[in-house]
DNA sequence: ATGGTGGGGATCCCA
């Protein structure tokens, strides 16, 4: 089975890429990230008659994540859990097949810029949720994917420019080491286990002609926990996406399990 | 050092 994380940035404005993307990629389980709608416009028609199933969690004009997949979805939650006053729609996760199946997490995970300041704490604050949620997650002994948006560049390997990241939010050592905290739970980075090599970039800013000159990042991640990770068959990213016609600025991200 | 681009929705925020 294949699943992709896939940032899309407005799955309104993305209808065009969408379906090209769903008809030649063909993945068996996708989360979707930045879909900036509300749950009742998402175009469900568009991904439906695909043969997909849906679940989103969407908030008006920002955020908002989903999770599409070939077989029905169960159990779902919407929401990290730990901070009840948190509206933002980052999270969102099910069982894909049958209980002690597939256990898919679609995360976006706060920017964090400007740093210091209340969005980067507000960052910090939701990585530490995060790991004490999937602390408990991997407690079921399950096949797990964490799956999305990061905004955690892990290692000066995964940006072709790392100093002209130092300050920033993506790339400050507080953000690199809550990441690692989470791989020291026991989870596996999928590409970095298939691609050890650099140069290897999931976003591309649309400004300065960063794409056309290979000026990427990889902030885009799937965290297998041990379980799935002695599926994994192979794992990369699918550049094609980001040189289409109203493109994105982040391009898909694959896993493919043995499941 | 600056400004460069894009989505969403409201005349600015977020990335």
Same mark, same amino acid.
């Given at each position: 089975?294949?699943?992709?994380? /896939?940032? +899309?940035?407005?799955?309104?404005?993305?209808? =065009?890429?969408?379906?090209?993307?769903?008809? &030649?990629?063909? *993945? =068996?389980?996708? #989360?979707?990230?930045?879909?900036?709608? %509300?749950? @009742?416009? #998402?175009?469900?028609?568009?991904? !439906? =008659?695909?043969?997909?199933?849906? &679940?989103?969690?969407?908030?008006?004009?920002?955020?908002?994540?989903?999770?599409?997949?070939?077989?029905?979805?169960?159990?779902?939650?919407?929401?990290? *859990?730990?901070?009840?006053?948190? !509206?933002?729609?980052?999270? +969102? !996760?099910?069982?894909?097949?049958?209980?002690?199946?597939?256990?898919?997490?679609?995360?976006?995970? *706060?920017?964090?810029?400007?740093?210091?300041?209340?969005? /980067?704490?507000?960052?910090?604050? $939701?990585?530490?949720?995060?790991?004490?949620?999937?602390?408990?997650?991997?407690?079921? !002994?399950?096949?797990?994917?964490?799956?999305?948006?990061?905004?955690? %560049?892990?290692?000066?390997?995964? @940006?072709?420019?790392?100093?002209?990241?130092?300050?920033?939010?993506?790339?400050?050592? &507080?953000?690199?080491?809550?990441?690692?905290?989470?791989?020291?739970?026991? /989870?596996?980075?999928?590409?970095?286990?298939?691609?050890? &090599?650099?140069?290897?970039?999931? /976003?591309?800013?649309?400004?300065?002609?960063? $794409?056309?000159?290979?000026?990427? %990042?990889? %902030?885009?991640?799937?965290?297998?926990?041990?379980?799935?990770?002695?599926?994994?068959?192979?794992?990369?990213?699918?550049?094609?996406?980001?040189?289409?016609?109203? *493109?994105?600025?982040?391009?898909?991200?694959?896993?493919?399990?043995?499941?």
């Amino acid at each position: 089975m294949r699943i992709a994380t /896939f940032n +899309i940035n407005g799955i309104k404005a993305r209808g =065009d890429v969408l379906a090209r993307w769903l008809d &030649e990629s063909k *993945p =068996d389980v996708a #989360v979707l990230q930045e879909i900036k709608s %509300i749950d @009742a416009n #998402v175009p469900r028609a568009l991904i !439906e =008659d695909r043969g997909y199933h849906l &679940e989103t969690h969407g908030q008006k004009g920002f955020n908002g994540v989903a999770i599409l997949s070939r077989t029905p979805l169960t159990d779902v939650r919407r929401g990290l *859990p730990g901070d009840d006053g948190d !509206e933002q729609a980052r999270w +969102i !996760e099910a069982t894909v097949g049958d209980a002690g199946g597939l256990r898919v997490c679609g995360l976006y995970l *706060p920017n964090g810029n400007p740093a210091p300041g209340p969005k /980067f704490d507000y960052k910090l604050a $939701w990585m530490a949720r995060m790991q004490a949620h999937a602390k408990t997650l991997l407690t079921q !002994e399950v096949p797990l994917v964490l799956a999305g948006d990061y905004n955690v %560049i892990p290692q000066p390997d995964d @940006a072709a420019r790392p100093e002209a990241w130092a300050k920033d939010a993506l790339f400050l050592p &507080e953000s690199r080491a809550a990441f690692r905290r989470l791989l020291a739970l026991g /989870f596996y980075d999928a590409v970095r286990l298939r691609h050890p &090599e650099s140069g290897i970039y999931s /976003f591309w800013d649309y400004q300065a002609g960063a $794409w056309s000159r290979n000026d990427g %990042i990889r %902030i885009d991640h799937l965290l297998l926990s041990p379980q799935a990770a002695d599926r994994l068959r192979d794992a990369w990213v699918e550049t094609g996406p980001r040189g289409w016609d109203k *493109p994105s600025d982040h391009t898909p991200v694959w896993a493919d399990l043995d499941l």
